[in-house]
DNA sequence: ATGGATCTGTTCATATATCAACACAATGAT
DNA sequence: ATCATTGTGTTGATATATGAACAGATCCAT
C-alpha cells in the first residue's frame, strides 16, 4: 500500500480517537477531523464516505487485527497466548477506553468486539473429557465471551492497574478452567 | 505552503534529530533518514541537496525562529522576555542537546548559535549611563554572548535541572547586570 | 587489485493530496 | 418565516510524493 494513504489514514483515524475522547461523536465535523489530522478535508472523501464510515473502519481494523493474531497464537497455553492481546489493548489505550467508553458511539463497538470473541473461542471448547457434556456450546461461549470482554472492559476503564502480563495469566487460568 | 511539504520537512527534520542522538552524523545515511521519516528516499532530493543541506536547514530554522522570538520580545523586562526561549529550548530539548553534543556535527552549532545572540544583543547595551563608558561593544557583546550560550549548554546537557521560568529569571537578573 | 555490495543522486511515469470553488442541506438567531 | 452561518459532498486543475530503475561512486573483504 502506498505509504502516503498509511499515513493519511493513520493520522484521520488517529484524530477521530482523539476527538471521542473530547467530546461526543455526533459533534464532531469532517473539518474537526481533517484539522486534527493535519489533512484536507476533501482527502477524507478519497478514502470514506463519511465520519460514520472512518469510524467503521476504524473499528475494523482492529477487530481484523485481534482476529489475525488469534491465528498466529494458537497452539499455546492461555496463559500465554493472552500476552500479545493484553499487549495490544494496552498499546491502544486511548482506542479502547474511548469505544468503551462513549456512549454516543455507533454500531456499539462492544457487541462488535463480543461476537469477534466469541468466534476466535469456537473449536477452544474441550470435547475431549466429559465435564462439558451437560453444556451447549451457545452457552459456553456467551459464557467465556461476555466474561473475557468484561474483564477487558473493567480493567481499561480502571486504568489498566496490572501489566499485561499479569493479566494475561490470571485470564488465562480462568479461561482455562471453563472451557 | 503546502501541507505536505511542511509534514515531509518536518519528519525529516524529527527524523535527523533521532538519528544523531544515535550514531555520528557521517554514519546516518540517506536512507536511513528516509526510512526513519517514513519517506520516499528521492523525496529528500526534493527538499534538500544531500544530508548536509538537510542538517544545515534544520539548524537554520531553529536559528531563525529564535530570531523572531527577539524582535516579538523586545520592550520587556529581561527576566520576561527570556522566559519564552527557554520553553523554546524545552520544547526543542531533543534537538538542542543532540546539537550541543554532537561532536560530529559539521559546522558547529554552538558558533552558529553564539553569532545569532551576539546580533541580537546588539543594541542593547547601556549607553545611557556612563557605567559602561570603559568598556567596548565588542567585548561587551562576546562576553555577554558567551555566557548566555554557556548557561543553555549548561542547562540542556545537565537535563534541565531548573523550569525555564526559572532560568530564565536568575538569567535574566545576570544579563541585566552586565548590559 | 578486483569484485560484490552498498550508497548516492537523478530520471520517469504514475498515484495521491491539495486548494479553491461549487451547490446544497442543516442549523440557529432574529 | 427568513436570513446568515456552518457543515456536507463533489469537482477540476495542479502540486507533491511515490516506486522503480539507472549509472556512477565508495567501501570492504578477499
Given at each position: 500500500m502506498d505509504r502516503r494513504i498509511m499515513k493519511t489514514q493513520e493520522a484521520l483515524k488517529k484524530a477521530v480517537i482523539e476527538l471521542m475522547s473530547e467530546k461526543n461523536f455526533d459533534e464532531i465535523t469532517i473539518q474537526d477531523i481533517a484539522d486534527r489530522a493535519n489533512?484536507?478535508?476533501?482527502?477524507?472523501y478519497l478514502h470514506y464516505q463519511d465520519k460514520y464510515d472512518l469510524l467503521d473502519k476504524l473499528i475494523e481494523t482492529h477487530i481484523n487485527e485481534l482476529g489475525e493474531m488469534g491465528e498466529w497464537a494458537c497452539e499455546l497455553e492461555w496463559a500465554e497466548a493472552l500476552v500479545p492481546y493484553f499487549e495490544y489493548f494496552e498499546r491502544n489505550y486511548l482506542f479502547f477506553s474511548t469505544m468503551l467508553a462513549s456512549?454516543?458511539?455507533?454500531?456499539?463497538f462492544r457487541t462488535r468486539l463480543l461476537s469477534s470473541f466469541i468466534e476466535g473461542f469456537k473449536?477452544?471448547?474441550?470435547?475431549?473429557?466429559?465435564?462439558?457434556?451437560?453444556?451447549?456450546d451457545d452457552v459456553m461461549l456467551q459464557f467465556t465471551g461476555t466474561a473475557y470482554v468484561g474483564v477487558i472492559e473493567w480493567w481499561i476503564k480502571n486504568g489498566?492497574?496490572?501489566?499485561p502480563q499479569e493479566m494475561a495469566k490470571q485470564v488465562g487460568a480462568l479461561l482455562g478452567r471453563s472451557f
Open positions: 489533512v484536507n478535508r476533501g482527502t477524507i456512549k454516543g458511539t455507533p454500531s456499539s473449536g477452544e471448547i474441550d470435547r475431549a473429557s466429559d465435564r462439558n457434556q451437560a453444556i451447549n489498566m492497574p496490572y501489566p
